[in-house]
């Protein structure tokens, strides 16, 4: 099942971007509103509820005894999973994880993976057998466009919200949190980049790029999308735009 | 008796009258009393009781003004989303108006997917099959404007009693507007500022569409942000 | 968990509550944008979002009924939702849970008037202390009205139990893992009548009877709630 974008509101979006407005009011470089709420969850060890605009997303963090991969054998171990909830939008259907939610679920992965955010070398318990792994779950509750910005706002929030688990085996002061990667999409629309795209922006778009950075502006991740291409200026464009953005992303966890 | 004030807010299962009434449109009857099966306001004129509803998908009925999108079409013509659990038949001899001789002609040049069509619907079966015509003037392909989705229980408020909200709008924006029983509602205007103004005066009337006095407060708005954006 | 040596102490419950009291209970309606109807309920430290899309087309089309909408519910729990992580994705449980919960609803609805057409109901619990079904039925019951999906009533639920030998009213977490008995309800209130029923544990005639008493009260102010929640959602703010 998918949304059809009729021609009426394709064109009256495009005739916006050409002169450097948008169907919400917002400037070509703005993101909307954003709202963090920390802690939401209890039955998880750290929660973050985000609102981008009208999108919603809920993420739980998990910290549970489990096996370490054979070649690190006193690393702990990171899983990101995504579910873009039947709740959250008239084209999610229930059923196993559609291709859009694995790709959610590993561009949040790598931002925060490659960007070594997690010390997973402080989380062995007993070499070779037992160490902790920390599951991030995202949840996807309302989709307004923006998921893979809102989700990955939401993880580093929910991680940076960890309170230890009581359990002997835990031997850290906290959760060993070193970074805050943060992810920003633009989409090209009629050859223009605009920051944060909604969805009705989303179903118009050529192209969109997703660029997360840690907080000295260095990036860890980047992931294209959509059926159009970039060129080299637009590129170094998109990481300019991004990188101003992720720091605003970033103050609203506090 | 009436259980209920005229307009209050009632919620579904809520007693709204007992004894001799009619029960229209939102609302049912179990034995001599009347029940309202909607969230919505209730409405009680001489004998007839009915709750008009403040949710709802729309629902396509004989006469009805719509705006719909192509999303498919076969070998005669056009399937449209109406923004119902129905979609609806547009058959090229109705969109045309003359006969088409299907194996020389290609009707694809008249429509194409994601197209906006202004029509109005010709018939409803029992088994909710729905037919378009595009009879009136103006009616057909849509090009341009801003296209606005409402939830269509507001859809006569947007319009107001004898039109007279749809006249506000207008007049103080300058703009034009097809207002679709389903929900939709396409903007024509010059001055994007005015068009905007007008979205504005959708969005007000949805929200506030069980509060009376809109009219009035609608037209204040407009004359207010005219005045204020000058 | 250990298993307490007392459920019951000087006739309070291990959350202070009395055995016919209900836990703190907060329902929100409309609460998600693009759903057509949604609602959000905190019962205890349960968290539970429902969200409703329809009538809309049902596909695939074999599977239309040709008189009257079809109704399908799901009901589905976060991984994070419990204390020991569960892997996403349906087990048997919420599939039977999503079976009862379509059926207590069912029955209020018009179905009738949108032939060929299916109502969606999505429940999902974002945070677990028992009686989480009985929260989502409460949700989806609210969200269905607030998707304008007309209905004959509400339908609210609430589960009762035995603990310590005594008859008890919405079962916390210890009680439904350590009581005798646990017994969820759903009812339509106006008309009194029973939707869901599922039993199990130890029940005398007697205290089916009085734990049957005891859950219709607890859905009396349930359903105030439910109602108070719908109509707030139009309530003229301050200053208007």
Excluded at chain 1, 204 to 217: F, K, P, S
Excluded at chain 2, 95 to 115: A, M, W, Y
Aim: charged share 30%; net charge negative.
């Amino acid at each position: 099942m998918y949304e059809i974008i009729s021609s009426v509101k394709r064109d009256y979006i495009i005739d916006l971007v050409k002169q450097g407005k948008r169907i919400d009011g917002r400037a070509i470089d703005q993101l909307r509103e954003v709202a963090v709420e920390l802690g939401p969850i209890k039955t998880a060890n750290g929660s973050a509820k985000v609102k981008l605009g009208k999108t919603q997303v809920l993420v739980g963090v998990k910290l549970m005894h489990a096996e370490p991969f054979p070649d690190t054998p006193e690393s702990g171990v990171l899983i990101v999973n995504a579910e873009l909830l039947p709740l959250a939008s008239p084209t999610f259907e229930p059923g196993p994880p559609r291709v859009e939610a694995i790709e959610l679920a590993r561009v949040v992965d790598r931002g925060i993976r490659e960007s070594d955010a997690i010390d997973l070398d402080k989380l062995g318990i007993k070499p070779g057998e037992d160490v902790w792994s920390v599951f991030i779950d995202i949840d996807v509750l309302d989709h307004d466009g923006g998921l893979i910005d809102a989700s990955a706002l939401a993880a580093i929030a929910a991680l940076s919200d960890v309170k230890p688990p009581e359990d002997e085996d835990w031997k850290l002061p906290g959760f060993p949190l070193s970074k805050r990667p943060v992810a920003v999409t633009v989409a090209k629309i009629d050859d223009r980049l605009v920051v944060d795209p909604c969805l009705d922006e989303e179903r118009v778009m050529d192209a969109r790029l997703t660029i997360t950075t840690v907080e000295d502006g260095s990036i860890c991740a980047m992931q294209k999308g959509g059926t159009g291409y970039f060129t080299r200026e637009e590129l170094e464009q998109a990481y300019d735009l991004t990188c101003a953005k992720a720091v605003e992303l970033r103050a609203k966890i506090g | 008796m009436i259980h209920v004030q005229n307009r209050e807010i009632v919620v579904p299962g809520q007693l709204i009258a007992e004894g001799d009434y009619q029960h229209m449109d939102g609302s049912f009857r179990e034995g001599d009393k009347i029940y309202s099966a909607v969230v919505g306001l209730a409405d009680v004129k001489e004998k007839r009781v009915r709750v008009i509803p403040l949710q709802g998908r729309y629902v396509p009925h004989v006469g009805d003004l719509v705006i719909g999108v192509v999303i498919d079409s076969h070998q005669s013509g056009w399937i449209l989303d109406i923004n119902s659990p129905y979609t609806a038949n547009l058959f090229v001899s109705e969109l045309v108006h003359r006969k088409v001789d299907l194996n020389r002609e290609d009707i694809s040049k008249f429509l194409s997917i994601g197209d906006v069509v202004l029509a109005s619907v010709k018939e409803v079966d029992e088994y909710m099959r729905v037919l378009l015509e595009t009879t009136e003037r103006g009616m057909g392909r849509i090009k341009g404007g801003k296209l606005v989705e409402i939830s269509p229980a507001k859809i006569p408020r947007v319009l107001g009693r004898k039109g007279s909200m749809l006249k506000v709008i207008e007049s103080k924006t300058g703009c034009t507007l097809a207002v679709g029983q389903n929900g939709r509602i396409i903007i024509w205007g010059d001055d994007p500022k005015m068009v905007n103004l007008a979205v504005e005066a959708i969005l007000m009337i949805e929200r506030e569409a069980h509060i009376s006095g809109l009219t009035d407060r609608v037209a204040l708005m407009l004359e207010k942000e005219k005045s204020g954006g000058v | 968990m250990e298993k307490p040596e007392k459920l019951i102490v000087d006739g309070k419950r291990l959350d202070g509550r009395a055995p016919d009291e209900l836990r703190p209970l907060k329902i929100k309606a409309g609460v998600l944008e693009r759903a057509d109807g949604s609602a959000y309920v905190e019962l205890g430290n349960n968290k539970v979002f429902a969200a409703v899309y329809g009538p809309r087309e049902m596909h695939p089309r074999h599977d239309q009924q040709p008189d009257s909408a079809v109704l399908r519910c799901r009901y589905s729990m976060a991984p994070f939702s419990v204390e020991d992580r569960k892997k996403p994705g349906p087990d048997r449980r919420s599939v039977e849970i999503s079976k009862v919960t379509k059926e207590a609803l069912e029955p209020v609805l018009f179905l009738e008037l949108y032939p060929r057409s299916v109502i969606d109901v999505f429940i999902e619990v974002l945070q677990a202390d028992a009686g989480t079904r009985t929260a989502g039925i409460n949700a989806a019951a609210v969200a269905l009205a607030d998707a304008g999906v007309p209905m004959r009533d509400l339908v609210t639920s609430v589960a009762v139990g035995k603990v310590d030998g005594t008859i008890v009213l919405d079962l916390m977490k210890e009680e439904d893992q350590f009581g005798t008995t646990d017994m969820p309800v759903a009812v339509v209130p106006r008309k009194k009548v029973i939707t869901l029923l599922q039993m199990d544990g130890h029940f005398t005639k007697e205290e089916f009877r009085q734990a049957l008493d005891l859950a219709f009260r607890g859905c009396e102010k349930i359903y105030e709630v439910q109602r108070q929640a719908l109509k707030e959602k139009y309530a003229i703010k301050e200053g208007e």
